[in-house]
């Protein structure tokens, strides 16, 4: 099965500064990734999506950077703000005839006011 | 709110009892999952329904039952569970076949096995 891995479990940022939260894939048929956040007590919440014929989607102060030759995509927030507190996950899914996300253990990120 | 409700949030029970968790999606979605959350573990799919029929089962223990009476509900039903078994279960539903087929989770079910 795939492997997704989050390089750092754990982020601290000054609030106002940018985040960037990196995930690494095992699937190179991965054709389509999903970002979550997941505050405590919550499911997790749907972020923003990128498609693999794209290397780069922005959103409401997120921005998602796909670069399929490393198998590599990150999340970037911009000024951070203590409600970005939460768990973020990255979900690839297995390919284009494939509904299964795979999850990693995801990225704790604590915004220090 | 992301239109996919559980219910109910909080539950302790015995490992004799049985008990029910319930999900309910108002996205007009046509697949349904639940997922086990432990701490400090990545999300374990549990199951999936795909236009009310059964397509995937994870090798998950018969002491978890599942039912999908409609592309809209979705039960998994408890009995005589272990306190392994304590965690958080997680709903989840998607339009199957579409090419970004989007999974919407509800708010948990946070289950305690005394």
Redesign the interface.
């Known amino acids: 099965g795939e492997s997704?891995g989050l390089h750092l479990p754990t982020l601290s940022v000054q609030e106002g500064d940018n985040s960037i939260i990196n995930c690494a894939y095992s699937n190179s048929a991965s054709d389509?990734f999903?970002w979550?956040k997941q505050e405590s007590?919550?499911?997790?919440?749907?972020i923003i999506?990128i498609?693999s014929n794209m290397d780069k989607r922005q959103g409401q102060r997120v921005t998602v950077l796909l670069n399929k030759t490393v198998k590599h995509l990150s999340l970037q927030i911009a000024a951070t703000q203590p409600g970005d507190s939460a768990v973020y996950?990255c979900?690839p899914?297995g390919g284009?005839n494939d509904?299964?996300?795979s999850?990693?253990?995801?990225t704790t990120v604590t915004v220090r006011a | 709110e992301?239109g996919?409700t559980?219910t109910p949030r909080h539950l302790v029970m015995g490992m004799t009892n049985k008990k029910s968790l319930k999900c309910e999606q108002h996205l007009g979605h046509n697949?349904m999952y639940w997922y086990k959350q432990s701490a400090?573990?990545?999300?374990e799919?549990m199951f999936?329904y795909?236009l009310e029929e059964r397509?995937?089962n994870n090798s998950v223990p018969s002491r978890f039952s599942p039912e999908c009476p409609n592309s809209s509900h979705l039960f998994l039903h408890l009995h005589t569970l272990q306190p392994e078994d304590s965690a958080l279960y997680?709903c989840?539903s998607?339009q199957?076949g579409a090419?970004?087929?989007?999974?919407?989770?509800?708010?948990?079910t946070r289950l305690t096995v005394l």
């Open positions: 997704v389509y999903i979550y007590g919550k499911g997790p919440q749907f999506d498609r996950f979900a899914r284009s509904y299964k996300l999850f990693g253990a995801g | 992301t996919v559980q697949a400090k573990k990545p999300l799919l999936v795909s397509v995937e997680l989840a998607s199957a090419s970004t087929d989007t999974q919407y989770f509800g708010p948990g």
